[in-house]
């Protein structure tokens, strides 16, 4: 079997994860990865037993037998590595959300259409089993026009935490619904109106609530709020309700499919994204990845998402937060 030789920019918590996923696809030699932190480097370097370890990308870009990337780092340290990646011939996987302004949302599309390597943002909740039985539900025609849809994505208060300074739940976590929305219609946002709680010490708010309207008619609301108690049992209450005029859809995913309650209280494990499963990374990242090394393998570019969608969905939240601040209703487009 064909290995495609991958490195990894950027070692934080989900670069990590990315290491665990591409570990256990046999498509996969993991080659290489990079931070700047050298002691990170080294702990994930001996982790996965990956042998070549830079702390600058253009050093790892330079690399010839590198033939593809994730990157993830930070979401306003997208712009440069992916364009620097994708000029160098590499095949990317970029994390969402895309970046941290429009104008380099711009800047990856374009250097994204002139490079010959293929190019993926990463939306999970694309490669979800249940959201991708809604998709193929709608467009069979099983619920009509969609004309509402409702989203929420809601945390505890300690995970919430421990980003909240670098990333605010608007654009953190209401990404991945503002895509399913706009990809389950088919339409993307016209206006927007939304509102945000801030009650800790924290760059960013607790909670946002979000209103859209889409050039298809439908009005969309999607919540994410990053303050549940502590105690909560779960890492992420998720729902997405569905309204058509035929039908209706409602997925109720990760609290509560499975509870496991024992001396020290109870608790929900992950089921969907990235279960541990006899050993080995299972689930919606290693699916995701896999679908974009076996493009990698077989000449088939990605068409799950595109990166203009991408770039919609960070558009709209972008606007969102604008409106959070103004406290007035944003047009897009």
């Known amino acids: 079997m064909r290995q495609v030789k991958y490195g990894v920019i950027g070692l934080g918590w989900f670069g990590e994860k990315h290491g665990e996923a591409l570990s256990a696809l046999p498509q996969v030699d993991l080659h290489a990865v990079c931070t700047r932190t050298e002691s990170r480097l080294n702990e994930v370097g001996d982790r996965f037993g990956v042998a070549k370890r830079f702390s600058s990308y253009d050093e790892m870009l330079a690399d010839p037998e590198i033939e593809a990337v994730s990157i993830t780092t930070m979401w306003d340290q997208h712009v440069e590595p992916a364009v620097a990646a994708l000029k160098a011939g590499k095949h990317v996987f970029l994390e969402k959300p895309m970046a941290s302004t429009v104008a380099d949302c711009d800047a990856i599309v374009e250097a994204a259409k002139a490079a010959s390597g293929h190019f993926m943002v990463g939306h999970i909740c694309r490669f ?149 499963q006899r050993g080995e990374c299972r689930g919606a990242l290693r699916d995701e990845l896999e679908y974009f090394v076996n493009g990698i393998v077989k000449g088939d570019r990605p068409t799950v998402i595109t990166p203009e969608e991408s770039r919609e969905a960070v558009r709209a939240c972008l606007a969102a937060e604008e409106s959070a601040r103004t406290g007035e209703v944003v047009k897009i487009g």
Not at 245 to 261: F, K, Y
């Open 128 to 276: 979800n089993p249940r959201y991708a039985a809604a998709k193929q539900a709608v467009a069979e025609g099983r619920v009509g026009r969609i004309i509402s849809m409702y989203a929420r994505r809601n945390l505890p208060a300690w995970v919430g935490a421990s980003v909240l300074d670098k990333i605010g739940p608007i654009i953190g976590d209401g990404v991945h619904d503002t895509d399913l929305m706009f990809w389950m219609s088919e339409s993307r946002a016209v206006s927007v109106y939304a509102q945000t709680v801030k009650f800790r010490d924290h760059a960013h708010p607790d909670l946002g609530q979000v209103m859209y309207r889409l050039e298809s008619g439908a009005s969309c609301i999607l919540e994410s709020v990053w303050c549940l108690p502590d105690t909560t049992p779960f890492q992420i209450d998720e729902r997405l309700e569905i309204v058509g005029t035929e039908g209706s859809i409602s997925i109720h995913d990760t609290h509560p499919n499975l509870m496991i309650v024992d001396r020290d209280g109870s608790r929900c494990p992950d089921t969907t994204y990235w279960p541990d």
